[in-house]
């Protein structure tokens, strides 16, 4: 994050241009290596020893050299010589710049110094930012008395990083009471702490349609419907995170479905934590314990029941049962590929159970939270109806005690979020054995 700062800094000064910094990122990240890579490549990892620690990442907010470390799988000096591989990122833009600009060694200490006075960086914070430890920087830029609210911080940072864009840099959080968006995108989590986690854009730039394309990996060229679901799906994946951290602390908590707005006014006692991502301006919003309301009418993203599929073929015969739509496309997917047949789609529990009683489904998947009626109530009213019913359960992270419930019930297996196609077909095997 030091060379998009500096880097922004520098363009202020017109010391380069927007065009010639754009270039530096490039060639400066295009150095940088995945560690489970070089780990393959030195031949102290398998390919499926790395996959497994990417698995775990999915559920747990944490670092690939520390899972790989706990999992016995590398040691604490073989992450270090992995980390040196990979380059020193301060390091790379310097040379990069005085390369492209002949800007001299004194000149380039004087433009530093003037950037950490400016920054109101005290000279050991200046050398943590060059080191580009997001768990050390964030407390530089998030004060906050409540609970969790770092804790949060950089767990959205770090997943902007991991699924939308490394060119991106922070500034110091703010307190507010009161702010205009054109989009937002928001969850709470409520129990023994009411939490919402919001992702908004005050002036349309782009940064909110880069986030929903760059999670969805679908090109989108307008802020519709798809766009703001694949941010609520992005909010969602944070969120189950969250809830997973909190529930080994035996914090009690559950999921809301996440919901979007459009053009009002978020109102109450949140944390904003400005981000500029490839030059266009997001907003974080983070809310512990306080009246936090996000907006007044939230968008109606998608009731979508389709007309059954009565076509013939071999493959089994699935239900997808699910409010997002992009992990509704994606789960049909991956199934059609495999041969499976979607047989209808439904975005809550109440038509997903008006549509199992129609198309009676070899299978149905259920994702947990859904407005209206949630996947374990709709599981309960499926089973009843038909005792024989298979279903699937789909999950992010944080929902183990409603996941539990719902196997004790009758589900068969489990999917987790974000989605792994083997791990789906896996399952699907399985039930439909």
């Given amino acids: 994050m030091f060379c998009q700062l ?22 400066q990240m295009s150095v940088r ?20 620690i990417n698995e775990l ?24 010589g992995l980390l040196k591989k990979q380059g020193n990122a301060y390091l790379q833009f310097v040379q990069l710049l005085m390369d492209m600009t002949d800007i001299s060694k004194e000149k380039l200490e004087e433009y530093l110094e003037d950037f950490r006075t400016k920054i109101g960086f005290a000279p050991d914070e200046m050398e943590k930012l060059k080191k580009d430890d997001l768990d050390e920087l964030l407390p530089m830029f998030v004060y906050s008395s409540k609970p969790y609210v770092l804790d949060i911080a950089g767990l959205l940072t770090r997943n902007i990083t991991r699924f939308v864009s490394r060119d991106f840099f922070i500034e110091k959080a703010r307190k507010s009471k009161e702010m205009n968006y054109t989009h937002l995108a928001c969850q709470k989590i409520a129990g023994d702490h009411t939490v919402y986690i919001a992702i908004a854009e005050a002036e349309e730039q782009g940064a909110f349609l880069q986030v929903a394309s760059s999670f969805s990996k679908q090109d989108m060229d307008a802020v519709y419907d798809d766009a703001y679901d694949a941010v609520c799906e992005f909010i969602n994946v944070n969120s189950g ?27 109450g006692d949140f944390y904003v934590l400005p981000v500029v991502l490839e030059g266009r301006r997001l907003e974080l ?55 499976y047949r979607v047989a209808m789609e439904a975005s809550n529990g109440l038509e997903g159970l008006a549509a199992y009683m129609k198309c009676k489904p070899d299978l149905v998947t259920l994702d947990i939270t859904m407005p209206e009626m949630d996947g374990l109530e709709a599981l309960e009213k499926i089973l009843a109806y038909d005792p024989k019913a ?5 999950t992010a992270a944080g929902q183990q005690d409603k996941l ?5 019930a009758g589900a068969k297996y489990f999917i987790s979020k974000p989605f792994n196609e083997d791990e789906i077909l896996a399952n699907i095997r399985k039930v439909l054995a």
């Fill in 6 to 27: 500096f880097g922004n800094y520098l363009q202020e000064r017109e010391v380069i241009n927007e065009f010639d910094y754009r270039q530096l990122i490039k060639e």
């Fill in 33 to 52: 290596v995945k560690l489970g890579t070089i780990a393959v490549m030195d031949g102290i990892l398998t390919e499926a020893q790395v996959e497994k």
């Fill in 57 to 80: 990442q999915k559920t747990q907010d944490r670092r690939f050299g520390d899972i790989a470390v706990e999992q016995g799988l590398l040691t604490d000096e073989q992450v270090g």
């Fill in 241 to 267: 995170l969250l809830a997973s951290a909190l529930s080994e602390k035996a914090v009690n908590i559950d999921m809301d479905p996440p919901q979007g707005f459009a053009g009002q006014v978020a109102k």
């Fill in 285 to 339: 919003i983070i809310a512990v314990d306080s009246d936090f309301e996000p907006g007044q009418e939230p968008l109606k993203l998608g009731s979508v029941t389709t007309e059954e599929d009565t076509s013939e073929g071999e493959g089994a015969r699935v239900l997808i049962v699910d409010d997002s739509r992009m992990s509704r496309q994606m789960l049909r997917n991956i199934l059609e590929k495999d041969g």
């Fill in 390 to 394: 298979n279903a699937i359960m789909i």
């Fill in 404 to 408: 539990m419930r719902a196997l004790r």
